[in-house]
């Protein structure tokens, strides 16, 4: 078995749990009420976002969209996946 050099222990481990920020999982959105009842507003809504989306994502694990009524039927739904 070879030799491990370990570097330098350059990281505070204290100080970085006081830093990290805490995510919450799943994060919960609502729909803006602005939406409500546009189909075409609430799809562009998706469009828009989908950098900040994928962000958030990736910081909490899980998004659930809430409210919207572009999801509750399949067409609709395949249409916020394929934004």
């Not at 919450?24 to 939406?35: F, I, K, R, S, Y």
């Amino acid at each position: 078995c070879p030799l491990t050099e370990y570097g330098t222990k350059d990281v505070n481990v204290p100080k970085e749990r006081v830093e990290l920020e805490k995510a919450t999982c799943p994060l919960e959105v609502e729909m803006p009420a602005e939406l409500l009842g546009d189909l075409d507003a609430q799809r562009d809504y998706f469009v828009k976002n989908l950098p900040k989306i994928y962000s958030d994502l990736k910081t909490h694990g899980a998004i659930v969209f809430r409210g919207f009524e572009l999801s509750k039927e399949a067409d609709g739904f395949t249409s916020v996946g394929s934004a």
